[in-house]
């Protein structure tokens, strides 16, 4: 299902907008999806509820709009051309360092609790979005990026989107269920699971 949102038209709607974007997302992540209520978000964020459905069409067409500003802010300066370079050992340790401290941070911790444990009737649409503004986006750029390389002649690879995930999970994966269990994960742990992960993806992929 795709969901439209109508965009205000003048600044007192665009920080009416912002507001209802800014309150949603700080309940969403606190008490999750199923336990924040639109009539909550309005006594929070002022406004009216018919304001919040003329712009976002109902609660769960205001999670997507959350969770897309969300993306944008992760993912902002890796959008830009500029940043990634033919350095790719240094790209994917950036990249991976970046992955790695949104995915193991408070928020990145509580959206995935949120898409992987509620059971409400939006939980379909929700793993739609999340896939859709997360780990798709990431998948995306990272590939992107492989495919440069895999073109220019410098690395070998099967599948980019396939090595992009894979590469992906190397520097998360081993950490994220130990965090959502309330372990505390190391700096060093980290560092040593991406160097690693580095070293193993360019030695695999080298022509």
């Known amino acids: ?14 920080a009416r907008q912002q507001k209802f974007l800014e309150v949603a997302e700080n309940l969403f992540l606190t008490h999750g999806y199923a336990n924040s209520s639109v009539n909550e978000i309005v006594r929070l964020a002022g406004g009216s509820l018919g304001t919040l459905y003329r ?25 830009d051309g500029d940043y990634w370079h033919d350095d790719l050992e240094q790209s994917l340790f950036l990249f991976g360092k970046h992955l790695q401290s949104v995915a193991l941070s408070t928020d990145g911790l509580a959206i995935y609790r949120l898409v992987i444990t509620e059971n409400n009737v939006d939980q379909q649409e ?30 070998t690879l099967f599948d980019e989107r396939l090595a992009a995930s894979q590469f992906l999970e190397m520097v998360k994966g081993p950490f994220i269920h130990r965090a959502l269990f309330g372990e ?8 040593c699971a991406l160097e690693q992960a580095v070293k193993i993806f360019i030695k695999g992929c080298s022509t």
Not at 55 to 79: C, D, H, M, P, T
């Open 184 to 191: 505390t994960i190391l700096d060093e742990e980290l560092d």
């Open 55 to 79: 712009i976002f069409g109902n609660k769960l067409g205001l999670f997507e709009a959350v969770f897309k500003r969300k993306s944008l802010e992760i993912f902002s300066e890796y959008s």
């Open 1 to 14: 299902m795709q969901l439209n949102i109508v965009e205000p038209s003048n600044k007192r709607g665009l």
């Open 126 to 155: 929700i793993q739609r979005i999340f896939y859709k503004f997360g780990p798709e986006v990431a998948i995306s750029m990272l590939s992107n990026y492989l495919k440069k390389h895999v073109d220019a002649g410098r690395i």
